[in-house]
């Protein structure tokens, strides 16, 4: 039977709304295919077939001018009656246009790429107060604009967790010159996000890049320069590695650029060294040079990883390690390299090589790879 007009827009197991990954879109890898998210996908892979095919690559339209306050009061007799993803509003873009800001689009565009976030890491990076930042997201909320979700757990963290909603997720297709996703499938996208069992690590993972980009709010020297999730660095660098994220990390002069590995303890200390294989070959075909970074859940894991990498490992990749008993700060000096004693470093002090630039090396980021791009000067 042919593909029903929902699964052609959103395969079941990509999690990219609409398949927005476009070449050279806001954010993400140039010239690469959108592909299945492994924290989220069914327990098959999906078929070639389910990847988007290539598409033109137009920049992204600035934002409307912002005409309104940072929030909208619950009171406006002009706002829209709250509703989630489920709603049968018709609301439309244009009819919300004028209650959008810059950083909303940008908000848009994070959750897009990197599935969830929550209040508390929205409000670290683009606000000044916690209570204006749960009024801003919930103002967004009612405009149908994002969506959020509480996953109640005995004895676990209950964080309120943010995510694509119809017009955003309509406003980042576009934007892509990329087909929105119908109704169906953005319920399907945000239904696997709240019953994933890798929605704590998913959230880690998010965390480290959230911190760097704090720092970089703090300290007008550094920023962070791309922030690509699993899906997109796999894609961008010919689905040789697959890391937990990627990022470079500027700091005056200095650019680093490293693949994450967030570890929660719960993979043997052999499944985590068998990684570097990869990286080994990506370099030697012609990729970059950058440290493969372990954020570990404690110091005595840290440990007893270093003693597994001691036993025995080739070199020529730079391993650095950093567990919460180091410090909660990347850009800090909290990473111990692999073979060099105990001593921490910076980010900006571990070696790391851009390389040439070709098929699967992307090379030195580009402004349009900029997380905060639509924010303009910050």
Not at 61 to 87: F, L
Not at 106 to 122: C, K, P
Request: overall charge positive; some cysteine.
């Amino acid at each position: 039977m042919p593909a029903s007009a929902d699964a052609r827009q959103f395969p079941v197991g990509d999690l990219s709304v609409g398949n927005t990954a476009s070449p050279a879109s806001y954010g993400s890898p140039p010239s690469i295919h959108p592909s299945t998210p492994s924290f989220l996908s069914p327990a098959s892979s999906p078929s070639s077939s389910s990847l988007s095919s290539p598409m033109s690559s137009p920049s992204v339209p600035s934002p409307p001018p912002a005409s309104s306050p940072s929030t909208v009061p619950s009171s406006s007799p002009t706002a829209p009656p709250s509703s989630s993803a489920h709603s049968s509003s018709s609301s439309a873009l244009l009819d919300i246009s004028t209650r959008l800001r810059p950083r909303d689009y940008t908000i848009a565009h994070l959750l897009d790429q990197h599935i969830v976030l929550t209040t508390t890491q929205l409000s670290l990076v683009f606000f000044d107060s916690p209570t204006t930042c749960q009024h801003r997201l919930h103002a967004l909320r009612r405009l149908r604009f994002i969506d959020r979700f509480v996953r109640n757990r005995p004895g676990a963290p209950r964080p309120l967790c943010w995510v694509s909603g119809p017009l955003s997720a309509r406003y980042v297709a576009l934007s892509g010159d990329n087909t929105p996703p119908t109704l169906k499938a953005l319920r399907e996208r945000q239904d696997r996000i709240f019953s994933s069992p890798r929605l704590d690590h998913l959230l880690g993972i998010n965390e480290f890049f959230i911190q760097l980009l704090v720092h970089a709010r703090h300290n007008p020297q550094t920023r962070l320069a791309r922030w690509w999730s699993e899906r997109d660095t796999s894609a961008a660098y010919g689905r040789r590695v697959q890391p937990d994220g990627h990022g470079v990390w500027v700091d005056g002069g200095r650019s680093v650029g490293f693949f994450l590995e967030y570890d929660t303890g719960t993979e043997p200390l052999g499944k985590l060294i068998g990684k570097i294989a990869s990286h080994r070959r990506l370099r030697n075909d012609g990729g970059p040079s950058y440290p493969v970074l372990f954020v570990l859940p404690s110091r005595a894991r840290e440990q007893n990883l270093h003693r597994r990498f001691a036993e025995g490992m080739d070199g020529g990749v730079v391993v650095a390690t950093t567990s919460p008993d180091s410090g909660t700060d990347p850009a800090g000096a909290v990473w111990r390299l692999v073979g060099n004693g105990r001593h921490r470093l910076t980010l900006a002090d571990l070696n790391s090589s851009h390389g040439q630039t070709g098929p699967i090396n992307p090379g030195t980021p580009t402004p349009a790879q900029d997380p905060l791009l639509v924010l303009g000067d910050r």
